[in-house]
């Protein structure tokens, strides 16, 4: 869950920020964030190598469709966006996380306005392919989605897409879903419930926060998509006098959605026009799969089973 506030900006504020800003920033790097160019200014030189570990490279050439400045000034932490140019402003964050994410969804707030004949919208989770068609796991902070994703990928039958944050695009006979992130920001916590990823944590350079960037190409020995087609969906939650696991029509996976805030705490933009094109795509991505509730209140193992015979019908 994220402890950071929005504050909308408009255009003559950000420009204020820009003067102040830019004498600050010591590094530039741009990240190709499914085919858009996302540019992160700042003057922490963590937040510059974590973030060129984790995303794709983009040419220097390209002219960014967002910017993300994360600088530092010696006061509160504050998060302001300006969204008629895309740009987010972090001021004094200590969490490489909060920088990705905001990354994301600096950009997915872009994608929501952009008008092609391929809609293309994200979605707060994560997703495993399975034989070539894929399930996604999409459920509230606390509720197990790492932990169910990476325990699928102990089974060498299953293929790494994204841990936290896909890009989908909606075609009239299927579902098309897209890796965000060149490799993985991963928590110190994963080899306690999977102690497999022991060895893989060890190696992973951790911050403040126990979280890291690591190569999902080792960490998975090359069992790596970066794309597949949405079959199944399966939303989470953990909720103790309820079923374990039951099949959703897609009014109720909907409902679901809306009531969770649609299972991401990083929306930049929350207005009526906003929520409803978030209730459109996610309207019509139900009806285009399977989609089933999970309540993770039995053990990993019991929770992992059930989505591993989905995937298996």
Same mark, same amino acid.
């Given at each position: 869950m994220s402890t950071y506030k929005v504050q909308i900006i408009n255009p003559e504020d950000k420009e204020k920020f820009f003067q102040k800003l830019t004498e600050m920033v010591k590094f530039e790097r741009k990240a190709n964030i499914h085919g858009a160019c996302v540019k992160l200014l700042t003057d922490n030189d963590g937040f510059k190598e974590t973030w060129e570990e984790n995303f794709k490279f983009m040419n220097e050439d390209i002219r960014p469709h967002a910017k993300i400045f994360a600088v530092e000034d010696g006061g509160p932490l504050q998060v302001l966006y300006e969204p008629i140019s895309k740009t987010s402003i972090i001021l004094n964050c200590d969490y490489y996380g909060w920088i990705k994410s905001i990354a994301l969804a600096t950009i997915s707030d872009f994608f929501e306005d952009y008008h092609s004949i391929h809609r293309r919208y994200s979605v707060h989770g994560s997703v495993v392919d399975y034989m070539g068609h894929s399930i996604a796991i999409i459920g509230p902070s606390g509720t197990g989605k790492t932990t169910l994703t990476y325990g699928l990928l102990l089974d060498n039958d299953f293929n790494y897409v994204s841990d936290d944050w896909f890009f989908t695009r909606l075609f009239d006979n299927g579902i098309v879903v897209y890796s965000s992130e060149k490799n993985s920001y991963i928590r110190d916590d994963l080899a306690e419930?999977?102690? !497999?990823?022991?060895?893989?944590?060890?190696?992973?350079?951790?911050?403040?926060?126990?979280?890291?960037?690591?190569?999902?190409?080792?960490?998975?020995?090359?069992?790596?998509?970066?794309?597949?087609?949405?079959?199944?969906?399966?939303?989470?939650?953990?909720?103790?006098?309820?079923?374990?696991?039951?099949?959703?029509?897609?009014?109720?996976?909907?409902?679901?959605?809306?009531? !969770?805030?649609?299972?991401n705490p990083h929306q930049l933009v929350k207005d009526p026009h906003k929520i409803k094109l978030r209730r459109k795509f996610f309207g019509e991505l139900f009806s285009k799969t399977d989609v089933y509730m999970l309540n993770t209140i039995e053990s990993p193992l019991k929770s992992l089973s059930r989505i591993k015979d989905l995937a298996k019908r």
């Open positions: 419930v999977w102690s !497999e990823f022991a060895p893989v944590v060890r190696k992973v350079k951790l911050d403040q926060k126990g979280r890291g960037i690591a190569d999902v190409n080792t960490m998975f020995k090359g069992r790596i998509r970066e794309t597949s087609t949405l079959k199944t969906i399966v939303l989470l939650k953990r909720e103790k006098n309820d079923l374990p696991f039951r099949k959703l029509d897609d009014i109720q996976a909907l409902e679901y959605m809306v009531n !969770e805030d649609f299972c």
